[in-house]
Every structure is written in C-alpha cells, then in structure tokens.
C-alpha cells in the first residue's frame, strides 16, 4: 500500500524514529499509526535484547529540587558512548526520569523500571530508546534526599558526578553550601561524621594499621595502641566534617562552617557515573 509522506512524518514526530524505519513500520502495520507505534516499540525490544550484553559504561548524572527546596533526586541513566550521553534528547529523559523518581519517592532501579511513564512503563520507554539511539541504556543510581533544613547541589561539568548536600538549618550563603558540596566532589568522603562508618571498615582500617607498624618493627601491644594514631588520620581523610577544607588545609570542614555561621551538614549524596553499583 502507498503511505503517505505526512502519515511517516507524524509517526517520526510521535516516536522520534527515523524517516525509513518509520515508513517500514506503517506498511508492515497497513498504515495504522497505533500498530505502527507498536511495532517500533517491539523493534526497540528486539534491540535492546541484543544489546542486554552490552556495557553501559558512559551516561549522564541530573539532578531535580522541588520548588520549596526540601526534596531532591540525582538520577543516573546509562549508555554506551559519550557521543550518545551529549545528545539532547537523551539529557530530556534523564531528567524527565528524575522527575519521576521525585514524584514517586523511588530508589530502587528495579521498582523504577515497572512505574508509568506517560502511559507506558519506564523499561518500555528505556525500549523505545534503545531502538531509536541503537545503543543499550538504562537506570542506575537513583538517591532521593529530604530535608527540613537546606539542600545544595553540585553537578561537575560533564554530569558525571552529582552531590546533594542536607544542611541541617537554614543555609543563607550559597558560597558555603557550594563549597561542601564542590569538597564531597572532589574528597569523595565515605561518612558524614565518624560513628557513621561501619564496623567492619573500621576493623579493616585499624587491621591494616596495626600490620604496617608490626611489620616496621613495633611490638604488637605498641602497634596496637598507635594504630588508634592512624586510624585519626582515615577519619580525617575519609569523614566529611573532619576533612581539611579543599580551599583552607588550615582548618576543618567543620571549622569552615563555624567561621561562616553556617548549620552543620546533616548528610550527604553522592554519585558518580559508574560508580554506584
């Protein structure tokens, strides 16, 4: 049957397919625009289970704050090549995604997966994707944060790396807020405050310590007492509040946000592209 240049134009507006796929899926569904929507949408299935091998290791990280600043989402959606994470539209689905999660409060990538996304799931959509981009794409990290103080953001240019900082007051410099969230950037600290790190990284980190001193020579029981001497010095390098400040060695996280009157950081999120698993 004859299909027409209008019909193949609307189809590529609807679904954002190209023009010859689109002119293929109208004259295998006899010009009916819905069963062409569908097939597209198979295509796309049958793309991305060849591509499910595939690694998806580039992507983009974005950020959504509600309008009142106590809520936010940092969304990571996934692809195969830095040329595809440039492109627009993909930026718009990320973000769109983000939408979703902060609506939904979800942060689980799997429960994402099932929820509506303008009237179809969210894994048909990552489908519809892949059958127009070709490459294989998907949700990874998803961290909602909520506050009843002050939430900050930084995204490093290249969205590859997003930080939401939970203050907890009211934060009334935005310099101070960027300048936590640029330190957690850059230190990647693994706690806020040191009763937070687990036990089991604790015990590692003093089992490592006592080690290297034996092994330099010390006693056991004067290498087990200066091992609490290093395990100062991981807090330091590992805790947020008791970092030394990116822009000041001088003085501490902590220190910087007296000097500023500024509240304490109450918590923190932090995701970097690949990294999250």
């Not at 819905?34 to 591509?51: C, F, H, M, N, T």
């Not at 099932?114 to 490459?135: H, M, P, R, S």
């Not at 590859?160 to 310099?175: C, H, I, K, M, R």
């Not at 490592?208 to 010095?233: D, T």
């Amino acid at each position: 049957m004859s299909i027409s240049a209008a019909d193949v134009k609307k189809l590529r507006d609807l679904t954002g397919a190209g023009m010859m796929d689109c002119k293929k899926a109208l004259t295998e569904s006899g010009g009916d625009m819905d069963a062409a929507v569908e097939y597209l949408r198979k295509k796309g299935q049958k793309v991305s289970a060849q591509r499910a091998d595939r690694e998806a290791t580039q992507g983009v990280i974005v950020t959504y704050i509600g309008e009142d600043g106590k809520k936010a989402v940092a969304l990571e959606l996934n692809c195969e090549t830095d040329f595809v994470a440039r492109n627009e539209e993909f930026h718009q689905n990320a973000f769109d995604f983000a939408k979703l999660a902060f609506d939904t409060n979800t942060t689980d990538a799997e429960a994402f997966r099932g929820l509506d996304f303008e009237g179809i799931t969210v894994a048909k959509q990552l489908e519809t994707l892949v059958g127009k981009i070709g490459e294989k794409i998907d949700v990874g990290a998803i961290e909602v944060l909520e506050t009843e103080g002050t939430i900050t953001e930084y995204i490093h240019p290249g969205n590859q790396l997003a930080v939401l900082v939970d203050f907890d007051g009211e934060l009334t410099n935005d310099e101070v807020g960027k300048d936590v969230a640029m330190q957690i950037a850059a230190m990647s600290p693994i706690a806020t405050r040191r009763d937070e790190v687990d036990t089991a990284t604790l015990e590692k980190e003093r089992e490592i310590a006592k080690e290297l001193l034996i092994n330099e020579g010390k006693p056991e029981n004067i290498a087990e007492k200066a091992a609490e001497g290093k395990m100062r010095r991981f807090f330091e390098e590992r805790v947020l509040l008791e970092q030394k400040f990116v822009k000041d060695g001088s003085i501490s996280v902590t220190e910087y946000l007296k000097q500023n009157d500024a509240p304490t950081v109450k918590t923190f999120k932090r995701i970097q592209l690949g990294q999250n698993s």
